[in-house]
Every structure is written in structure tokens, then in C-alpha cells.
């Protein structure tokens, strides 16, 4: 593994399993990221097989951290309960214990959502931020973090906060999944995201979100139509951000 790197990062996705080291003292990948395809059949088996490999790729060291962004809330030494975006026989396994045993060598797991949330507090749109950060990824649903004075505070699910008796779950009408399928101008999806952003605020009382995902590309298209008092900025880190984050949160645990 190439001498700038300090810790490497994987993000694990139903579609890629994304893996890359990274430079710490910059927040970037210190070399280009691999990417293979998720096993059609993505058993804990399969996919631990994948990190495996992906860590000979880049010759990864045994002392270097190594972290996984996971999409499944990850409570360590606890076994999964939920598992939407890979195989349902994840469902009673301890996460961190597959991989690190599959890997043979220690391995910390964190839930992709704060993953990106903490790159993005460490390296990209809420840096140097103080008191409260939340940060969303509008997608196919609503991935959410919330970080603390650069303390995350895990597996956070306010993506799935009532708005209204029709719609239980919020990612149900202000995704960006949805606003594709329901084909809603940005306009009126601000209206939505002014709903939901109005919500989180007014029960956390933040000092700045991140808005993530695909769509952040589009920002200027509808945060600027968002109405809240919260200052609210798109990620910058993009794509990059569950492997950045990653690697930074197993090199912060690998310290304590």
C-alpha cells in the first residue's frame, strides 16, 4: 500500500462494494478505488470474500485501521436485527465478527450513513463545524448521521420520522426516489424537504445540515428553496464519502 495512506475504507453497497486507502491528513483516496460488483447472492460469506480480496489488492498492511461502512445499523458485539440491501442471512450475525474473521485481522464497521456524515464534519462541507451537524443522504430513502462537536452519535433512523398520518415515514414522500417517481419539480420537492428538514429541526435544533446523495449535484436547484432557519449546504465528498469516513472512524477506534 502506497506510504500515504493511513487507513483504508470500505463502502458497501447492494450494487459495488467500493474499497480505497486513504490519506488522513487530507481526507482523500491516496490511491484510486477499486470497485467489484456485489455478489448476486451477497451471503455474509460472499461479501467478506470481496474485502478480503479487495485488501491483497492493495497490499494493506496488519497494523493499518481498516473500517467498513455497513448499510445496516451496527451495534458491535450485537447481532444484526434489519438487513434491507444485501442477503437476509446477514440477520443474526455479529457484522464486525464476519468480516474480521473472513479478513483475519480486526476490523471496525459503521453504518454507511455515519460514515459519510463523520467524512463530511472531518474533511468536506461541515469542517471545523461546532455543536450539532446532521447529515442526509437523499436517495433511494433517507440515511441520516448526527455529530456532536465532531462526536458521532450512531444508527440514527430519521430518515423513517412521521409527517403526516398519510405518510408514515418520511423517505416515503421527501426521498429522492420518490421525486423521481412521482416526476414533482424541484420546486414542489422543496416544499417536501422543507417539511422534513423542518422537522429536524425544530426537534434537534441543529447548526447545520448536509444534504448528500446523487442529487446534491443538483443543489442549487432546491436548497436554496428550503425554508428553514438551519444554514443547510450539500456534501461535498460526494461518492467518496463512505470510504473516507470509514477509514477514519477504524483509525479513531484503533486509537482508543
Not at 39 to 45: A, L, N, R
Not at 116 to 137: D, P, S, W, Y
Not at 159 to 181: R, T, V
Request: glycine letters at 10%.
Amino acid at each position: 500500500m502506497i506510504e500515504t495512506a493511513q487507513a483504508f475504507g470500505v463502502d458497501i453497497g447492494g450494487s459495488g462494494i467500493k474499497a480505497a486507502p486513504v490519506n488522513l491528513e487530507k481526507g482523500e483516496f491516496a490511491e484510486p478505488r477499486l470497485k467489484i460488483l456485489t455478489p448476486e447472492v451477497s451471503t455474509p460469506e460472499a461479501v467478506a470474500a470481496i474485502v478480503k480480496q479487495q485488501l491483497e489488492h492493495f497490499e494493506v498492511p496488519d497494523d493499518v485501521p481498516v473500517g467498513v461502512a455497513f448499510p445496516a445499523p451496527i451495534k458491535p458485539g450485537q447481532p444484526l436485527d434489519f438487513m434491507a440491501n444485501l442477503d437476509q442471512s446477514w440477520i443474526g450475525t455479529d457484522v464486525t465478527k464476519v468480516f474480521s474473521d473472513a479478513c483475519g485481522r480486526p476490523i471496525t464497521v459503521v453504518n454507511d450513513a455515519d460514515a459519510a456524515g463523520l467524512a463530511e464534519q472531518q474533511f468536506g462541507a461541515a469542517k471545523g463545524q461546532k455543536g450539532l451537524v446532521i447529515a442526509t443522504t437523499l436517495g433511494t430513502g433517507i440515511g441520516t448521521a448526527l455529530i456532536m462537536d465532531g462526536v458521532l452519535v450512531p444508527n440514527t433512523e430519521l430518515g423513517h420520522i412521521i409527517l403526516n398520518s398519510k405518510h408514515l415515514d418520511a423517505e416515503k414522500y421527501a426521498a429522492s426516489s420518490i421525486k423521481d417517481i412521482e416526476g414533482i419539480t424541484y420546486k414542489k420537492w422543496a416544499k417536501r424537504l422543507t417539511k422534513y428538514y423542518g422537522l429536524l429541526e425544530k426537534y434537534f435544533n441543529p447548526d447545520l445540515i448536509v444534504i448528500g446523495g446523487g442529487v446534491s449535484r443538483q443543489a442549487d436547484k432546491f436548497i436554496p428553496r428550503i425554508d428553514i432557519k438551519t444554514k443547510v449546504v450539500p456534501a461535498t465528498l460526494r461518492n467518496e464519502a463512505g470510504i473516507i469516513g470509514a477509514a477514519y472512524y477504524a483509525s479513531v477506534k484503533q486509537q482508543h
